[in-house]
C-alpha cells in the first residue's frame, strides 16, 4: 500500500444464491478492517456468469448486507466492466502471458486421467504451445474455439499473509488456469485482478479456501504491472458438526436468520469472533467489534458456527440492549409502554417480536386461566384500588399485597404465584408479575383476577 493511499477492500459475492453465514464471515471481515483503519469497503458483484446470476440475488445481497450493518462506500458489478477484462487480454495476449488452447472437456479429461494413471500429477502440459499457425488453423476450420490459459512462471510465489504468516505456492505443480472460455466469458480469475487494481483495493481479506488461487492472482497482477495488495486467509466457518457451508443450506442463509428473529449483532458476533482469540460474547455495535476482532490473531483451525450459541448470544443481547437502543424497533413493532415496559420484559425475551407478545397480554383482552379461584380471588379483594401509576405500585406495593393474599389463603411460593400469573397473563412463565401490573392496570387485573375476559 502507498504512503497515505486509503486502505481499501472488497467483497465480491457472486449473485447465484443467497448469502449464508460462510459468506458473512469474509464479509464482515472487511467491514470490521474498513471501520478499524478509517478506509474504504467496497461491494463488487461477481456476476460474469450470465446464466446462473440473477438481479434477484443481487438485490438479496445488498438487503442482507444492509440488514448485518455493512454499509459499502462504493457498489460494482462485473458485467458493467467487460471493456476493461477485453483490454487486459489484449495486453496478456501482446505480451506472450495468454495462450489459446483447442481442447474440449472430454480430451482434457481424459488426458488427466491418463496421467494420472502414470502417477503423473493431472496438470495441463501445455500441448497448445506446440501447435503451429497452420495447426491452430485447421482446427479453428473443424469449427473450435479458443479458451485461453495464462502462462505461468513455474516460479515459487511467496507472500506475507496478515492471517497465516509467510505462505509459499510453487507454481510449477499448478497447471495454467483458464482466464477466458470458448464463449468469450470470463472466470473469476482475469476480472478479479483488473478489478482490484483498477479500485484501488490495498488488502484482500478472504477464506483460506483462496490461498492457491492467490499464487495465480500475484503473477497476473505483476503481469498487468499492477499494485498486488496485502492478502489476508481467515479460517472458515463449518456447521457445528463439521459440515462445509454452502448456498444449499438454506437454514443458515442469512435470509432464514433474519426471518427467525436473530439479530444482526448476534450473528456478527459469532460469525467473527468464533475461531479467533477473543471469547465468543455478544457485542453490541460493529464499531465495538472492529476494535475487538483483528485478523492476524485467527486460528488456523476451522470454526464451528453453532446455531444453539447463536441463540444464546441473540437472547443475551436482547436481555442487555437499553431502551434508548430498542426503542425505534418497538414502535414498528407497535410496541407501547415506553423504557417501563421495554425493562418488565427484556430479561424473558428470545426474539425482538416476543416483545409484541407481552406488549398485547398487557395491553389487550385477554382469557384469564383459572384453575382454582381461590388464590385470583383473594388477589381480587386485597387488590390497592387504582388507577396506579409507577411511583404508586413499588416494590412495597407488591409485598403488602402479597403479604395480605397469603394471610388470606395460607397459600405461599408456587401455589400462590402460579395461580396469579396464569390470572394475569394466561401464562405459565414470563416476566415478574410486580412488573407486569403497573401495565397491566388495575380494571384490567381485576377482572382477570375474578375470571372475566379483559
Known amino acids: 500500500m502507498k504512503k497515505n493511499q486509503t486502505p481499501t477492500v472488497r467483497f465480491a459475492p457472486s449473485p447465484t444464491g443467497f448469502l449464508h453465514i460462510g459468506n458473512a464471515r469474509p464479509a464482515l471481515m472487511n467491514w470490521l478492517f474498513r471501520l478499524r483503519h478509517d478506509g474504504r469497503f467496497i461491494l463488487r458483484l461477481d ?34 466492466r467487460f471493456s476493461l477484462y477485453d483490454a487486459g487480454v489484449k495486453r496478456l495476449i501482446d505480451d506472450g502471458r495468454l495462450y489459446p488452447c483447442y481442447e474440449t472437456a472430454d480430451e482434457l479429461d481424459r488426458r488427466r486421467k491418463r496421467q494420472m494413471a502414470r502417477g503423473l500429477p493431472p496438470t495441463y502440459d501445455r500441448a497448445a504451445l506446440k501447435l503451429s499457425g497452420s495447426e491452430r488453423a485447421a482446427l479453428e476450420a473443424e469449427g473450435r474455439r479458443p479458451h485461453w490459459r495464462f502462462l505461468l512462471d513455474h516460479k515459487v510465489v511467496e507472500w506475507e499473509d496478515m492471517a497465516r504468516g509467510t505462505v509459499s505456492i510453487d507454481c510449477a505443480s499448478l497447471s495454467d488456469p483458464i482466464l477466458r472460455r470458448e464463449d468469450g466469458t470470463y472466470l473469476y480469475t482475469l476480472p478479479s485482478v483488473i478489478d482490484d487494481i483498477d479500485l484501488g483495493i490495498t488488502h484482500v481479506i478472504r477464506g483460506e479456501d483462496h490461498i492457491t488461487n492467490t499464487a495465480v492472482q500475484i503473477q497476473v497482477f505483476e503481469a498487468l504491472e499492477g499494485a498486488v495488495p496485502t492478502f489476508a486467509h ?34 456478527a458476533s459469532l460469525a467473527v469472533l468464533v475461531g479467533s482469540s477473543e471469547a465468543v460474547r455478544p457485542v453490541s455495535s460493529m464499531e465495538e467489534l472492529a476494535q475487538v476482532i483483528d485478523v ?33 424497533r418497538l414502535a414498528l413493532l407497535n410496541v407501547g409502554g415506553g423504557e417501563e415496559f421495554w425493562n418488565a420484559v427484556r430479561g424473558n425475551i428470545v426474539r425482538m417480536t416476543d416483545a409484541l407478545v407481552w406488549w398485547e397480554i398487557v395491553s389487550k383482552p385477554i382469557k384469564p386461566v383459572i384453575e382454582d379461584s381461590t388464590v385470583p380471588l383473594a388477589a381480587a379483594h386485597k387488590l390497592p384500588d387504582g388507577p396506579w401509576n409507577k411511583e404508586m405500585w413499588s416494590p412495597f406495593t407488591w409485598q403488602v399485597w402479597t403479604q395480605a393474599i397469603i394471610a388470606e389463603t395460607g397459600k405461599k411460593g408456587k401455589e400462590l ?6 390470572a394475569l397473563t394466561g401464562r405459565e412463565h414470563g416476566p415478574e408479575i410486580a412488573n407486569l401490573l403497573p401495565l397491566i392496570g388495575h380494571e384490567r387485573a381485576l377482572a382477570r383476577l375474578e375470571g372475566r375476559e379483559a
Not at 446462473?52 to 462506500?73: C, H, K, M, N, Y
Not at 488456523?300 to 458456527?305: I, M
Not at 404465584?417 to 396464569?422: A, K
Open 47 to 80: 456476476d460474469t456468469d450470465g446464466l446462473r446470476s440473477t438481479d434477484e440475488f443481487a438485490q438479496a445481497i445488498v438487503e442482507d448486507l444492509t440488514w448485518l450493518g455493512i454499509l459499502p462506500d462504493a457498489f460494482f458489478r462485473q458485467s458493467d
Open 234 to 267: 481467515h479460517n472458515l466457518l463449518t456447521t457445528a458438526s463439521g459440515e462445509g457451508l454452502s448456498k444449499r443450506l438454506g437454514h443458515l442463509s442469512l435470509r432464514h436468520l433474519r426471518e427467525a428473529g436473530m439479530e444482526p449483532m448476534a450473528v
Open 296 to 328: 492476524t490473531r485467527l486460528s488456523h483451525a476451522p470454526a464451528k458456527f453453532d446455531e444453539k450459541e447463536l441463540a444464546a448470544l441473540n437472547t443475551k443481547l436482547l436481555h442487555e440492549l437499553p431502551y434508548e437502543a430498542a426503542k425505534d
Open 417 to 422: 404465584f402460579r395461580p396469579l400469573r396464569l
